[in-house]
């Protein structure tokens, strides 16, 4: 596609359902990452993928997110046993090496 | 380390005026610096990007002004206009590992009102 695609794009949960969220990154783009905005807020970094490898997790939260990404493409961020401070836009973005982060327009988390 | 300091929260400019935010940063590794815009509802789109070998970059209205040696730089938007009534993030970079990656460490933002 044009651009890095998200899905949903809102997400009202239940607390303690599991959630998964969608990244369709920019076609040919080689790494993808993953950020969280939280209402007002600046942008926090969870976690990147160089292909499919994701060298280093340890801007996750906590041990209930994950994330992989297949095919050199797609990568899908889930958040298990949610939690209210869970609420959140969480953003993907997709670059070709070094070059210009794009980001997508957000997935809108709420945990009730 | 890690972090870049941004400044301030919140500025409203009248029409025609000069807008400018500034950032701080620690770490001397951050090789590039770019600056985002976000529009409420929308993702952040990178407006303007320096990198610490030049002192100025022009794009328009908008020029970032670098300081290496005070480790500081600058969004200046002249003749502000309502439209650019937006959430502006600097942010910095340096290469991962093998470099086939970058990660961006962001400011907390600040949020622009011009007024008409």
């Known amino acids: 596609g044009a651009g890095v695609s998200q899905s949903p794009s809102n997400k009202v949960t239940e607390k303690g359902k599991d959630v998964e969220l969608r990244c369709d990154p920019i076609s040919g783009h080689t790494a993808l990452y993953w950020y969280r905005q939280s209402l007002g807020q600046g942008l926090e970094f969870l976690i990147y993928?160089?292909?499919?490898?994701?060298?280093?997790k340890s801007g996750l939260p906590s041990d209930r997110f994950s994330a992989e990404r297949t095919g050199g493409s797609v990568s899908t961020l889930t958040i298990q046993r949610t939690q209210q401070e869970d609420s959140a836009v969480y953003l993907c973005a997709s670059s070709l090496y070094q070059n210009t982060i794009y980001f997508g327009e957000g997935s809108w988390l709420t945990v009730v | 380390q890690q972090q870049v300091k941004q400044s301030p929260q919140s500025l409203i400019v009248q029409k025609g005026g000069i807008s400018i935010i500034n950032c701080a940063y620690e770490?001397?590794?951050?090789?590039?610096f770019p600056w985002y815009q976000q529009f409420p509802g929308k993702g952040p789109a990178l407006l303007i990007a320096?990198?610490?070998?030049?002192s100025e970059k022009k794009e328009g209205r908008f020029t970032i002004s670098f300081n290496k040696s005070a480790k500081q730089f600058s969004l200046h938007i002249m003749d502000s206009q309502p439209g650019d009534s937006a959430t502006y993030f600097c942010a910095a970079s340096s290469s991962i590992s093998s470099g086939s990656a970058r990660q961006l460490t962001f400011g907390s933002g600040t949020q622009l009102t011009v007024l008409p």
């Open positions: 320096i990198r610490p070998d030049v």
């Open positions: 993928f160089q292909g499919n490898s994701a060298p280093d």
């Open positions: 770490n001397t590794a951050f090789d590039y």
